[in-house]
């Protein structure tokens, strides 16, 4: 259904079609008509489907001339940047509609402007639960003459505690009101509240997750946990987003993972919810503006962040909902665009979550290899073969220059290879080296050589092989597949480890603690020949069919020996007994 089809006034048909809107989305043909009637409406819709315009144009249709003074609508957000980027487009929409005047407030901004906007005349307010709250108790924001609240992003909402202040908002607005409410999910909060505060409201549901997908090609890579950044790194060189998004569980994963960005070269900015407003808004702005190319953000920062022409969407760490994943990859393959998204994993458990997400958005999504570093460079020598075939045919001054070179006894080949030299050398440096290690069968690897590592502690501090192997795991991030035999001597071990992995493995693990003791690890450089190991980490045959010593520490077997000199002598009490 086209917009100009619908009875929408003059004003609004020209601002939409402006913004280049021609054809409703599903969320819009089914929304727009029951709000504009007056209807409640529960609509469950996920990002990317234009529900922003499906509440927006019928709230500012809404306003009449009888509304220059008065709040007329209402719309609560779950962050500051959904706030923003809802009130941008409100004004956009009204753009035509002088009568309207949208004013958003949010936490982290100057309360005194806000309360200015206010009076002015604001009669459509956009803002987040915990700042509404704070107008209301000031009586800078009166709301006896709403007509219509909207709850956007409620499940959000919910999930980050404004529930109480939904609620308390509620119960100061007239009980004759139009109520709308838009969720990606329909949890039974959601339900409590749509039951409680809602007069028969209409359901609209959008089976968008499929719509949301069928346009963005998806990849998800096997890592080792403590190698993810490095193989982030790869990924960012071998696929060249112009603009990228890459989201991370934790606010701290964040700033740490951003830092190691900028420290490779890469043009990356953070963004969380513990940043002032000010340095989100340079951040975003900055991100818009192309100027970053790499945006690394936690889910509920990326609320609201409406940007088009985003390459690519990195899933660092694998999202904690299944709805996650759609919202998160739902920021590439707009408006008809091809995009991507690319997943790290890092464990069989994380391979089985990925399936899961397989089932909820019923597409497929493909294991890939992780590019080689010299996969890239070849890579990166096409795009600049390919690049250089492309520029306008060279000026006078260009062969003028070459002139001169040729008369300093560098000719036109020598110059060109400088150039590309140093085009070159700008796109690979700050690669990592990185080799992705496969575990480790009968302690050795198809094809590949192993060596061992020695740390400096031994069955002398009643350390087991499940103690060495725990340690290593904790500090590398790689898995137990990926270490091979282990050797305890009284003052030393020795583990195999895959010789592409050792350098990394000697980083990550000096100085580390085992069982409270702290220990060095080092390159094994081989040993008299006269000690004997203690233990393994696979257990021995002639171990399997040994009764349990009940009495035998878990740190450290019991000779052989000692075992059957305890069973001799038990057997020597017990005849003493019966005689």
């Known amino acids: 259904m086209q917009f100009n089809e619908f009875n929408l006034s ?23 008509p029951l709000l504009v009637q007056g209807f409640d409406v529960v609509g469950r819709s996920n990002t990317g489907t234009g529900k922003t315009a499906a509440f927006g144009i019928p709230a ?53 402007r806000q309360i200015m906007e206010l009076k002015r005349g604001a009669n459509v307010v956009i803002g987040t639960p915990g700042r509404v709250m704070d107008h209301i108790r000031r009586r800078t924001l009166k709301l006896e003459n709403l007509r219509t609240i909207i709850l956007d992003e409620a499940d959000e909402m919910l999930n980050m505690g404004f529930r109480e202040d939904i609620e308390e908002i509620l119960t100061h607005v007239p009980e004759d009101r139009q109520t709308v409410l838009f969720s990606a ?12 505060y809602q007069r028969d409201p209409v359901q609209v549901k959008i089976k968008s997750s499929q719509k949301t997908v069928e346009l963005i090609d998806q990849y998800w890579f096997m890592t080792a946990m403590g190698r993810k950044t490095d193989a982030l790194k790869l990924l960012l060189a071998a696929y060249s987003p112009e603009s990228a998004m890459v989201f991370c569980n934790t606010k701290k994963m964040v700033d740490e993972l951003t830092e190691e960005l900028v420290k490779s070269g890469i043009r990356a900015a953070g963004l969380h919810g513990d940043m002032k407003q000010a340095q989100r808004t340079q951040v975003m702005n900055s991100f818009k503006a192309r100027t970053t190319a790499v945006l690394v953000a936690t889910d509920v920062a990326a609320r609201g962040i409406d940007v088009s022409g985003i390459d690519a969407v990195f899933n660092y760490d694998l999202p904690q909902d299944n709805e996650y994943y759609i919202h998160r990859i739902g ?49 990166k020598k096409r795009e ?108 030393h071990t020795t583990v195999e480890v895959p010789e592409s992995e050792c350098d990394y493995i000697l980083d990550s693990t000096n100085p580390m603690k085992i069982n409270g003791n702290k220990v060095e690890v080092k390159l094994y450089k081989g040993g008299s020949g006269k000690e004997k190991p203690s ?45």
């Open 60 to 112: 500012v249709e809404s306003i009449t001339d009888g509304d220059k003074r008065a709040v007329t609508v209402l719309i609560l957000c779950p962050t500051r940047e959904l706030a923003m980027q809802a009130c941008e487009e409100i004004k956009k929409f009204a753009k035509y509609k002088r009568i309207v005047k949208a004013a958003a407030v949010y936490g982290g901004a100057s309360m005194e």
């Open 331 to 379: 920021r590439t393959g707009r408006a008809g665009q091809k995009g991507a998204a690319y997943t790290l994993i890092t464990s069989r458990r994380q391979q089985y979550d990925l399936r899961n997400i397989e089932r909820y958005i019923k597409a497929k999504i493909t294991e890939l290899p992780l590019p080689g570093k010299d996969d890239i460079i070849a890579g």
């Open 535 to 579: 233990g393994e980490r696979r257990v021995r045959k002639q171990d399997e069919f040994r009764k349990p010593d009940r009495r035998r520490s878990a740190y450290g077997n019991r000779k052989k020996d000692d075992v059957f000199g305890e069973y001799t002598a038990n057997r020597r009490k017990r005849s003493k007994k019966r005689h």
């Open 185 to 196: 999910t329909m949890p039974p909060e959601i339900l409590a509240i749509t039951e409680k």
């Open 10 to 32: 003059e004003e609004i048909l020209r601002a939409v079609e402006e913004l280049g809107f021609s054809e409703m989305t599903e969320i819009q043909q089914q929304s727009i």
């Open 384 to 491: 600049i073969t390919e690049n250089i075939a492309k520029y306008d045919a060279a000026t006078h001054d260009a062969y003028d220059i070459l002139d001169d070179l040729a008369a300093q006894g560098i000719d036109y080949r020598e110059a060109a290879a400088r150039l590309v030299s140093e085009k070159l050398k700008k796109e690979i440096e700050g690669l990592p080296e990185f080799d992705m290690p496969k575990p480790l069968k009968k302690g050795r690897r198809s094809g590949a050589e192993t060596v061992k590592i020695d740390l400096n502690i031994g069955r002398s501090k009643r350390i087991a092989p499940n103690f060495i192997l725990g340690a290593l795991v904790d500090a590398t991030g790689m898995t137990g597949q990926d270490f091979g035999k282990i050797d305890i001597f009284d003052n």
